[in-house]
């Protein structure tokens, strides 16, 4: 169980560059499929496939595509965000400001010209050298039984993410969520670079890969187990968690 908790504790997500000249092993790729394979999904109904991209030329192609943040991205980004590492260790939910770009940290400057420049990014300055590339599609055609706007089949892909996570965590692969590879404006060019069907949309993509030697990775927060756990009534926070999960 230790094992458990050490393995969830240790899976971070990876902000930082990846060695492009260190692939993935192919044996640590079959492992993160087969995780995937395993998710629970509403049903059983294994609403996803995935596009395992290595291809350095391909890599490259999608590099080149522009990615622009709207401004409701701007906004409801900005209210997650804390400006220092002591503000976020007392928050203990969201993430640090730095790392974005300073006009996106900035609610006045989100009208400017500058602004509007570096709202419009090549996918490059995501990829960050990634050697491998997942792009997660979730199958329109199928649907979790009457369930409103088919959240219950989102879940689930909720479910193969993180499967996926803890796998390539456990083999010491570093993994980031590509958010915006599901926005609806890369969609089209996605689809025709990867071949896709048309049923098929992207529901997040994943990069892959080994940090570089230097890197250094921000620090992360969680809320106390008695902040979100309540035991009979709601308010009442009884759990502070075990020695085993502190
Ligand atoms: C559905 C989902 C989408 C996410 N999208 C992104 C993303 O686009 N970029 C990113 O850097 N992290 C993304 N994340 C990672 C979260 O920001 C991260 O899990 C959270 O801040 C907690 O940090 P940790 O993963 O290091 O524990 C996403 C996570 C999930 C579950």
Redesign the pocket.
């Known amino acids: 169980m230790t094992d458990l908790v050490g393995l969830l504790r240790s ?3 990876a ?1 930082v560059p990846f060695d492009p000249a260190r692939p993935i092993a192919p044996g640590d790729l079959d492992l993160i499929l087969e995780a995937a394979r395993w998710a629970p999904t509403p049903h059983n109904m294994q609403n996803f496939e995935i596009v395992v991209v290595d291809d350095a030329a391909l890599l490259e192609s999608l590099g080149e595509i522009p990615t622009t943040v709207s401004p409701e991205f701007l906004r409801e980004n900005y209210a997650q965000l804390s400006f220092s590492e002591e503000e976020l260790a007392r928050r203990k939910v ?2 640090l400001g730095a790392g974005f770009p300073p006009s996106w940290l900035d609610p006045a400057a989100w009208e400017s010209p500058l602004a509007g420049t570096e709202r419009t990014r090549k996918l490059q300055s ?1 990829l960050l050298g990634c050697p491998m590339l997942l792009v997660v599609l979730y199958d329109t055609g199928r649907r979790a039984p009457a369930s409103q706007g088919d959240a219950l089949g989102l879940i689930g892909l ?1 479910c193969v ?2 499967n996926m996570w803890l796998a390539a965590q456990s083999r010491g692969i570093s993994l ?5 590879l599901a926005g609806g404006d890369l969609g089209p060019v996605l689809a025709k670079l990867l071949n896709t069907p048309d049923r098929m949309r992207v529901a ?1 993509g994943c990069r892959l890969g080994y940090p570089l030697a230097d890197s250094v990775e921000g620090p ?1 927060v ?1 809320r106390d187990t008695g902040g979100f756990a309540f035991h009979n009534v709601y308010g009442n926070a009884d759990f502070s968690g075990s020695p085993d999960t502190r």
């Open positions: 899976r971070r997500s902000r969201g993430i995501s909720g993410l993180e980031q969520v590509l958010a915006t997040f992360r969680r």
